[in-house]
């Protein structure tokens, strides 16, 4: 006699559902949505967002220290591990947030130790996920669109795939994936960037269809290359 089974959740030809793919956003959507942020608090934060891959709230959780303009980094704590790792940032990043620190000089604490982000407003707090995610609600409230903080994490990574100067590991290492697999997932295209491929081969195949024949070469004479080619040959056809 078979000893008994307990019956699995799924059932044994149920296919294994495929796991999304992350949704970033495109390039002139992410400018329209720069565009749109009111403060150089929110412009540093979202450029440090989309250069690093940053989770929002361990970009939060920065102190003034791990800011390293000379070097072009920012530590941040991971999420997962605790461990502080330094993130290499764009140029623009520490520009805005340049600004930013002139703007809130003498008005918030500036020790090494202190947050690195505060609320505009009196009384001055640090920044939160929540009023972090509220400034994003506000620019997507004027666009009409519905982005998130994490989207940006989604899109730097996929900024950072579509380089051909950085590999795989490079990569999984910014994002601080534990796994590689997860890191693989942003090679697979959106559906919108399959869209504009497709439509791009088109655009070039129309392109090289309409192109004018070549003149024969030196020596040949059309009505030769026609008795030869055919009314199609170049120079032939209707004279």
Sequence with gaps: ??????????????????????????????????????????????????????????????????AVPEDQLIGVVRKGSRALQHLPASADAFVWLKLYQHQMRELVPDGPDEPLWWTLR???????????????????????????????RHSAAKRMIRDPHLTLTDVQWVLG???????????????????????AHHARQRAEREKPPAPP??????????????????????R
């Excluded at 949704?23 to 608090?41: C, K, M, T, V, Y």
């Excluded at 070469?217 to 209707?238: H, I, T």
Aim: glycine share 6%; aromatic share 8%.
């Design 122 to 152: 009196r009384p001055f707090r640090q920044l939160e996920y929540d009023a972090a995610r509220m400034v994003f609600n506000r620019a997507n409230a004027v666009l009409g669109s519905n982005w998130t903080l994490h989207d940006l």
């Design 217 to 238: 070469a030196p020596g040949y004479r059309p009505e030769v290359l026609e008795a030869l080619l055919g009314p199609s040959a170049p120079g032939g056809g209707n």
């Design 1 to 66: 006699m078979q000893p008994f089974r307990r019956p699995s959740r799924r059932a044994e030809y149920q296919p294994r559902e495929p796991r999304r793919i992350p949704r970033s956003i495109p390039d002139q959507a992410f400018n329209e949505l720069f565009a749109g942020l009111a403060s150089h608090r929110d412009r540093a934060l979202v450029a440090f967002y989309i250069s690093t891959g940053a989770r929002a709230s361990e970009l939060l959780g920065s102190t003034r220290s791990l």
């Design 177 to 199: 994936h534990a796994h590689i697999t997860t890191t693989e997932l942003y090679l697979s295209p959106a559906q919108d960037e399959v869209v504009a491929q497709i439509l």
